[in-house]
């Protein structure tokens, strides 16, 4: 199972939005999630298109698009063609999801699932086999700094249990709350893909993307030892 820390832009100083996206990069980070909200299925407005474009001209990272907005659909193309790699909607937001991950595909891109906390994992059932990742949100989507939902820690580990049952290899990504005190138990439930906002996009940017692929890559090496 491959293993990645995914620092959200979210949390970046946008007025030096380039420079410290090129300092994860340096700091080993592979991917970056980029949070697209419409003021609409989330409270808050984010960005847009020209942020992804003018981005992915100066950095070769793994684009981790995820999009909050209703019906998401008529969004897909544009962040597709701004250099998105994976592109992520929400179960609870798509009038017909199997259709907008068919879409996805189509673009050449990979296609995630999103659901909120309060979403059970069940409604995965019949479109798991279509998904690239599900993204188990682990705080209420909207706003950057709030605190871990525990009882998420079971949705993720009942996800991967779903996945390990079809035989799928499944990216299950994180995103909220997570720190060095709540990675581990998101890791320990089957998380890959680990989104970090403000524990990355601190003061000390460099040090808190190797504090955090630290415990990962610790966590990693372990995980093969026991198999």
Same mark, same amino acid.
């Given at each position: 199972m491959e293993y990645q820390l995914c620092p959200s832009i979210? *949390? *970046?100083? +946008?007025?030096?939005l380039g420079e410290e996206v090129a300092q994860v990069e340096q *700091?080993?980070?592979k991917w970056l999630h980029i949070d697209i909200m419409d003021g609409c299925f989330v409270p808050t407005i984010s960005m847009g298109v020209p942020v992804v474009a003018s981005l992915r001209k100066r950095t070769?990272? +793994?684009f981790d698009v995820h999009i909050m907005a209703q019906e998401p659909t008529h969004l897909i193309k544009e962040f597709a063609q701004a250099g998105a790699d994976m592109i992520t909607v929400h179960a609870e937001a798509c009038t017909h999801l199997d259709r907008t991950l068919g879409m996805i595909h189509e673009l050449g891109c990979k296609a995630?699932? *999103?659901i909120n906390p309060a979403t059970p994992v069940s409604v995965l059932e019949n479109v798991i086999e279509l998904a690239d990742m599900v993204l188990i949100m682990t705080v209420n989507p909207g706003f950057g700094? =709030?605190? #871990?939902i525990s009882y998420c820690t079971e949705k993720i580990r009942r996800l991967r249990e779903m996945a390990e049952s079809?035989?799928?290899d499944l990216y299950i990504e994180v995103d909220g709350g997570i720190n060095r005190e709540t990675i #581990? =138990?998101?890791l320990e439930a089957g998380a890959n893909v680990i989104v970090a906002g403000s524990a990355v996009f601190g003061k000390d940017i460099p040090e808190n993307v190797r504090a955090l692929k630290g415990i990962i890559e610790e966590y990693e090496h372990s995980a093969d030892l026991r198999r």
């Open positions: 979210l *949390a *970046a100083d +946008f007025w030096r *700091a080993g980070v070769s990272l +793994f995630g699932i *999103a700094g =709030q605190k #871990y079809r035989e799928k #581990y =138990q998101v």
